[in-house]
């Protein structure tokens, strides 16, 4: 991962947000967070009547009332801060992301072989370009002829080059990365401004950050408690002069801040985009802060099983005759119609026959047409020039397909495919014409720590389904190996869609993950598609999530990522809350003695004097916005549990602490503050 993208805080982040949260106090940024809003408008009118005390108050206030408005103002600086520090590491990125957006020169293709130079901002969707070792990729694109490796670090911060080649699924490349070796020539997929870097900075910088369904439905109830103390706060003034108490406007002031959710208000926006952040910090990169909300409500997770919940790179280790053929015979047959094989699984069963010394014919391997692989033919193979057909894929695929021309099944060939399937092992059978050969083992192992990462699923209450195109006996012995509540086997792309329509018909919010074209449509019904950056534009194009180290199996941390986003919010909404209860107590008391000196026995708390209480319970409500920072910045912690037990966990520690933390903070601050009011 990037050096500079795992850094925390460094003095710059840090000088950039006390900058900015000046510049926040922007009355016309400061009306997008309603409640921080009420704290600016009353901060100006505690400074007005501080500087024109004849008019609003008496002389002896001006110092009381002066305090009332530091303390306000620096309530609104910490909330800014918040937000500004949150922001600050997108920010740091989007500018080293902006320095790989430089302006390059492109080969333009035009007719059937010349090429112009053109500027890369000139580029349109359906450009082609030719790009040479050691040239940058003006665009993003796929490639159409070729192969390459290309040095992705620019946008990954892997330095390892990657392979990009024609066809298949590791045909996209990105605008800004480089070629190191070889030649390949691209269609360009994206107008100027709309290129993957384009949206990379957009997003780091969060410049088109919307609020979420969730934030939204927060903010109209943190608005509406705000409106509401409003009015009580409002009323409060003639009620009690009703009764012949005067209250002076700087304490109403004070009460109302103490009472609305500063706390949360102040936090909400920093704890939404240093989710982000955590994401993307995780190398993924989330297209909106629903996706990542959504990440934490998921009911059901999608997981294919090759490359995912094992390595993947499945290796031919074995070759069985069938019935009477020999070994020799297999392999020579296998080795022949995998030649052009370019998909690991056929690469390795050539390899395999080199291995083992068993020779084929290189003239009848390079001739005929090749066959290549298809998920929905689920075999390959080759037709010779001399009429042969020679096939290789899944079992029941080969044997329908041998059937078909008239072909027998050789007895022995089930108890075969099923020994190697119970060990979770691929078998392939090898085909010509009518007539079976043998098998290949592919062999393929579960990634280390799956069954524990499942378990923590399942406990989060989170169903896994494996989808497979693999045989069901093969399908069942990862599927326990591993941990998943539940499998699909011989599923064709077709049936991944199919799936999670069914789940999201049941009311379940559905995630899967996906490199493929075919994947495509079902990233993009899935609520949360993430696609591998390795994978190709289509299916980049289609998920709200794409993994810059392809790894697919980072879908489980997302969920985790998003889970503890949801729970950070709730818990500092009930912290706030409650702390507002508490303050309640502190501040209201404090009023009234300060009117009626005799009902003093008000003062359960023990506070130094009214003034002091009602600053303390101020300087309380602004402090804890900072010291709140780190945990909205982090998360809180999060355990793999139920919904309901969380929530029961989280309601005492965020509930009861935010009712009882106040107590004590406000009558330490009293202690102190008491020496001079
Ligand atoms: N190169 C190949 N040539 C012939 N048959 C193949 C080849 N690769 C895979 N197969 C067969 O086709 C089946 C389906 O392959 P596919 O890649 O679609 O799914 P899968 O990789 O098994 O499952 P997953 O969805 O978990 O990735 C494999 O189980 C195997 O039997
Ligand atoms: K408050
Ligand atoms: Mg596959």
Known sequence: M??????????????????DSFIKLNPKSMMRNPVMFVVE?????????????????????????????????????FANFAEALAEGRGKAQADSLKNAKKEIQARKRVGAQSVVIVASTELRKGDIVVVEQ???????????????SVDESAITGE???????????????????????DRIVVRIASDPGESFIDRMISLVEGAKRQKTPNELALNTLLTSLTLIFLIVVVTLGPIAGYLDIELQV????????????????????????????????????AMSGKAVEAAGDINTMILDKTGTITYG?????????????????????????????ETPEGRSVVELAKKLGLAYDEAIAAGGEFIEFKAETRMSGVDLTDGRQVRKGAVDAVKKWVAAQGGTIPADLDAGSDSIAREGGTPLAVAVDNRIYGLIYLKDTVKPGMRERFDQLRKMGIKTIMCTGDNPLTAATIAREAGVDDFVAESKPEDKIALIRREQAEGKLVAMTGDGTNDAPALAQADVGLAMNSGTVAAKEAANMVDLDSDPSKII????????????????TTFSIANDIAKY?????????????????????GLGSPRSAILSALIFNAVIIPLLIPLAMKGVAYKAMSASKLLGRNIVIYGLGGVIVPFIGIKLIDLIVHLWV
Not at 262 to 270: D, E
């Open 313 to 341: 790179n499945r290796m031919a280790s074995e070759f069985v005759p069938v019935g009477r053929e020999s070994v020799g015979e297999l392999a020579a047959l296998a080795a022949i119609g995998s030649v052009r094989d």
């Open 41 to 77: 408008v009353g901060t100006v009118v505690v400074l007005l009547m501080t500087l024109l005390p004849g008019y609003f108050a008496a002389k002896d206030d001006i110092g009381f009332n002066l305090t009332v408005f530091f303390i306000l103002l620096v309530t609104i600086l």
């Open 134 to 148: 050691g040239e940058m990729i003006p665009g993003d694109g796929e490639v159409i002829e070729g192969l390459a």
């Open 557 to 572: 941390e997302v969920v985790s990522i998003g889970k503890q986003l949801l729970m950070t919010r709730g818990a500092l």
């Open 585 to 605: 107590f502190a501040i209201i008391p404090a009023m009234f003695i300060l009117a009626i000196p005799e009902m003093s026995v008000l003062n359960v708390m």
């Open 2 to 19: 990037n050096a500079n993208r795992k850094s925390m805080l460094t003095a710059a982040i840090v000088n950039r947000a006390v900058r």
């Open 250 to 285: 700087p304490v109403l002031i004070a009460l109302l801040v103490c009472l609305i959710p500063t706390t949360i208000g102040g936090l909400l926006s920093a704890i939404g985009i240093a989710g982000m952040d955590r994401v993307t910090q995780f190398n993924v990169l």
């Open 159 to 181: 330095s390892a080059p990657v392979i990009k080649e024609a066809g298949g699924d590791f045909s996209s490349v990105t605008g800004g990365t480089r070629v190191v070796s």
